[in-house]
């Protein structure tokens, strides 16, 4: 599972250093950003809960053509959870991994593609475990749903950014291993952000523009029976993130 997400975090990277460029006359425009953030989350298991803090980088190729959107997303870093129950088998404060990957496909609508509609795919990945050996708090899942995204210009150089999805569980992944599976039974996941954009040039400025967005997402999971003798009752989980950031597209202009 962390090999697969160190190649999604290179596939992310190499889609934004392509899309790192303005839009041109041809009916295409291409949106890259890299950002850092702040992330806490709150999460249960089968054995055990967890309260995390920790920091993240966050990398976001976008492509429109006319009408057509189409993006992937990354977002991957290290968090310093708390056991709350059951947490013999793992050390309080150590430093974990987690990570999330989506692929956007919609389309956009309106004056220089402000609202976006479009489904996501994601696969998310929390893995708190101190040894495979001894067991893993790991917290995975597959989820797919709709969302949507606007920008409304507050002012020329001030833009806000809205975003709003829903995404059902396909699969979830919960307790010491990746082995059991669980298909659609309910189970969701809402994601909202809002967020400022600050332009710094024109069309044809070289300058790097910054944005700032806050983030959460609500985790409802249905009941789960991780075996025979563990049940997992139904859990109402979040995380939030604060982020900072800047584009890519005059970064790499020639």
Do not use: W
């Not at 606007?150 to 950014?161: A, G, P, V």
């Not at 969701?188 to 523009?209: H, Q, T």
């Not at 983030?215 to 939030?240: C, E, I, M, W």
Request: with cysteine; net charge positive; proline share 2%.
């Amino acid at each position: 599972m962390r090999q697969m997400m160190i190649l999604l975090f290179f596939c992310v990277m190499s889609c934004v250093k392509v899309f790192a460029y303005v839009c041109n006359h041809s009916g295409y425009c291409e949106d890259g950003r890299i950002g850092i953030g702040a992330h806490y989350s709150n999460l249960a298991s089968p054995i055990s809960k967890a309260s995390s803090t920790g920091g993240y980088i966050s990398m976001y190729g976008g492509y429109y053509y006319k009408r057509l959107y189409g993006a992937l997303d990354f977002i991957g870093g290290l968090t310093r959870p708390r056991f709350k129950t059951d947490s013999g088998i793992y050390r309080d404060n150590a430093s974990y991994f987690f990570a999330s990957s989506a692929l956007h496909l919609g389309a956009s609508f309106g004056k220089d593609n402000a609202f976006l509609l479009y489904l996501v795919p994601r696969l998310e990945v929390y893995s708190f475990g101190e040894d495979d050996r001894l067991g893993k708090f790991a917290v995975a899942h597959f989820a797919i749903g709709p969302h949507i995204r606007n920008r409304f210009s507050l002012s020329e150089k001030l833009i806000l950014e809205a975003e709003l999805g829903a995404e059902a569980n396909s699969r979830r992944y919960i307790g010491e291993s990746f082995s059991d599976k669980k298909g659609f039974d309910g189970s969701y996941r809402l994601n909202a952000s809002l967020g400022l954009y600050f332009k710094r040039g024109g069309e044809y400025s070289r300058k790097i523009d910054f944005y700032t967005k806050l983030g959460g997402v609500f985790y409802h999971n249905k009941a789960y029976v991780h075996s025979t003798s563990v049940l997992q009752p139904t859990t109402r989980d979040f995380a939030l993130m604060l982020e900072v950031g800047m584009t890519l597209e005059n970064l790499f202009r020639l």
